[in-house]
């Protein structure tokens, strides 16, 4: 086939069928990004942070979810809330701070609260309003600390003590339920002992978050990897299953990696998560765009903040056992760091693709086809996993992602 004209690179390649190619704008457009926000965003389970990074009572840590400030507190009962990170009074962000600890005062603020540096009004750790400034004199009786507590969110800690929040108060599942058994995998590996946050650090990309997420979830691009290829590609390797879930969710199933392959690295066997078998890998991608990924001594969990259609802030987490000794931490993170720090293997290499791919999507290029049609019986570099999250995301978005003009309905009819 020799190159085609404007109009034959348009048109569906080979025998490719509709489910097994998106459309390019999907990655481009403003209207769907904001779409996306309000009708997906806002309406899951959000693994916000850990447990560990919200170590004693007090401590806390202010995230967003689909642009709106949330902020999520451990109390003196040790429970961790979450809460709307607005103050009721005018609507000033009340914690601007990544991450500290409430226990003692600071110049604008109350020991022990959490209080709003404009006009000092002061909340508990339940998100109740216990003070007022100068309340009496200005509202006599018409409005009292009662009146205006914080807006809770729900939140649950669940799977290896990671602290879910969801900004939907009325979503019908439990964020177990939400999972669908996608965390069989790995849940003994995370719930055995408690786990510990040992390196974290957060990037803004130049790509949709969709791009991210489809990254993690085929293996088909292992090619890009030299460490992969050479760790891997053997009969064990190409056996691996992918498993989906309802809800959009899946397995990459595990293998053991051949870590003595590559120069200079070391078998994992020694610190291999409990539960885990030496040297696998078990991996989970969440819909709409977190990602769990257990390598042998190292679990690996990928967060994304949507920003923009070419823009997603991306925090990743490094976590190891809590009962780690120091020399054990240091074993640990240089396992995650070698393939999955800033200056790692792997990820680097993945972030070039994928800020690639965004650079030949922009807003202003022509719409085509970005092709998920492999079938190898579900196997690692069968692409079921895109087609299955494509799937979800048309059914969140009513939009066909083959032709994101038409609707869910009008697409599948046309498919059938
Ligand atoms: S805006 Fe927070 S106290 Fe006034
Ligand atoms: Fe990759």
New binding site residues.
């Given amino acids: 086939m020799p190159a085609r004209n404007q109009q034959q690179w348009k048109e569906v390649p080979g025998k490719l069928k509709p489910g097994e190619y998106v459309d390019s704008r999907i990655y481009s457009d403003k209207k769907i990004f904001e779409e996306e926000l309000v009708k997906i965003w806002k309406n899951v389970w959000v693994p916000v942070c850990h447990e560990s990074e919200l170590d004693k009572p007090y401590d806390f840590r202010t995230v967003t979810i689909s642009r709106e400030p949330v902020i999520v507190v451990r109390g003196t009962d040790n429970q961790v809330r979450a809460f709307l990170n607005v ?1 009721p ?4 962000m ?1 914690e601007n701070r990544p991450s500290g600890s409430f226990e003692n005062g600071t110049p604008s603020g109350a020991p022990k609260h959490m209080t ?1 540096m ?4 002061q909340f508990d750790m339940k998100g109740n309003c216990v003070h007022i400034s100068r309340s009496k004199e200005g509202y006599q009786d018409r409005l009292d600390c009662k009146d205006v507590g914080l807006r809770r969110l729900r939140c649950e800690v669940k799977y290896g003590g990671f602290v879910w929040v969801t900004l939907n108060d009325k979503i019908e599942h439990s964020v177990e339920e939400w999972a669908q058994g996608s965390f069989d995998c790995m849940q003994k590996a995370l719930d055995a002992e408690p786990l510990e946050v040992f390196h974290y650090h957060k990037a803004i990309i130049p790509c949709n978050y969709k791009l991210w997420h489809d990254t993690n979830s085929e293996f088909y691009h292992d090619y890009l990897h030299y460490h992969n290829r050479i760790t891997g590609f053997n009969d064990s390797y190409f056996a691996r299953q992918n498993k989906v879930f309802d809800n959009g969710h899946v397995n990459v199933g595990s293998f053991e990696v051949q870590y003595d392959n590559y120069e200079g690295f070391e078998s994992r066997e020694e610190l291999s998560f409990p539960h885990l078998p030496a040297n696998h890998w078990e991996m989970i991608d969440l819909f709409p765009g977190m990602n769990f990924n257990l390598r042998g001594s190292a679990l690996r969990v990928d967060l994304m903040t949507p920003l923009g259609p070419d823009k997603v802030m991306i925090e990743y987490r490094g976590l190891g056992l809590k009962s780690d000794t120091p020399e054990e931490r240091l074993t640990r993170q240089r396992h995650h760091n070698s393939i999955w720090g800033p200056f790692g293997r792997n990820l680097h290499e993945d972030l070039i693709a994928v800020s690639t791919q965004q650079s030949t999507m922009n807003e202003w290029a022509d719409e085509r086809r970005i092709l998920h049609g492999r079938y190898e019986g579900e196997t690692i570099h069968d692409e079921v996993g895109m087609r299955h999250f494509y799937d979800e995301w048309g059914k969140w978005m009513d939009r066909w992602p083959g032709d994101p003009e038409l609707s869910y309905n009008e697409g599948l009819r046309k498919a059938a």
């Fill in positions: 103050c009074h005018r609507g000033n009340i709003c404009f006009h000092a009004w």
